[in-house]
């Protein structure tokens, strides 16, 4: 039989929504031991925790950063600050592998079709700070070298994958064409933006 896992942690229930599918569906026996087992295999709660849903954790210190990127409080190292962490946080991510989306247990196959991926756990750490920093070219500059980092210490640690390194090179084209929008012709900015460009190419796969 097969067992489809249909929440994520985090992930918001409502009363007598379903958890899990089960197909084929157990016969009338079998039916009540195998509810009371994917019943215990949910925690739920009032709220989201950092002890169980790890999205949770990146998206309060990008609020942080957002807070502070707004006019109204305008603290740009905080923010720098923020990203130096959430850049720690998707390295310590980035370098393990994922859990499986498929598995077997004891005859049974479990699957979870809406796991993170790679790319999911980056946009959630970076995509609003990329959002907020636009026309900030110090900020824009600083976020760059965040995830850069990142690429070169999964590098250095070889522990790199073709998937973690799309992911981050693709945040970092994101924030280097919304530089390259807000450039003015016949500055210093476009030069700028080539060069953040050309020192932060895709690091090679090891």
């Known amino acids: 039989s097969t067992v489809r896992v249909e929440a994520m942690a985090g992930d918001y229930v409502m ?5 899990a599918v089960v197909w084929p569906a157990p016969d009338a026996d079998s039916a009540p031991a195998i509810q009371s087992a994917l019943r215990g295999a949910f ?3 009032a709220e989201r925790t950092m002890q169980q849903d790890i999205s949770f954790g ?3 210190l990008e609020d942080v950063a957002v807070k502070a990127l707004s006019p109204g409080v305008n603290d740009p190292n905080t923010a720098i600050a923020v990203m130096t962490q959430l850049a720690e946080v998707v390295l310590n991510i980035l370098e ?6 498929s598995l077997e247990i004891a005859g049974r196959r479990i699957t979870s079709p809406y796991s993170a991926s790679n790319a999911d756990y980056v946009r959630a750490a970076f995509d609003q700070i990329r959002l907020y ?10 976020l760059v070298e965040a995830i850069s980092s990142i690429d070169l210490e999964l590098a250095r640690r070889r522990r790199s994958t073709t998937e973690a390194r ?21 500055t210093g900015d476009r030069a ?3 060069a953040l460009g050309a020192a932060h190419r895709p690091t090679p796969a090891p």
Request: aromatic share 0%; glycine share 8%.
């Open 15 to 19: 009363h007598g929504s379903p958890l």
């Open 43 to 45: 925690s739920i709660g």
């Open 58 to 60: 990146i998206m309060t």
């Open 96 to 101: 393990r592998e994922l859990p499986p989306t």
């Open 133 to 142: 920093s636009r026309g900030q070219p110090p900020l824009q500059k600083a």
């Open 166 to 186: 799309e992911a981050l090179q693709s945040m970092i084209a994101s924030v280097i064409e919304d530089m390259e929008h807000e450039s003015r012709p016949g």
């Open 192 to 194: 700028a933006v080539a």
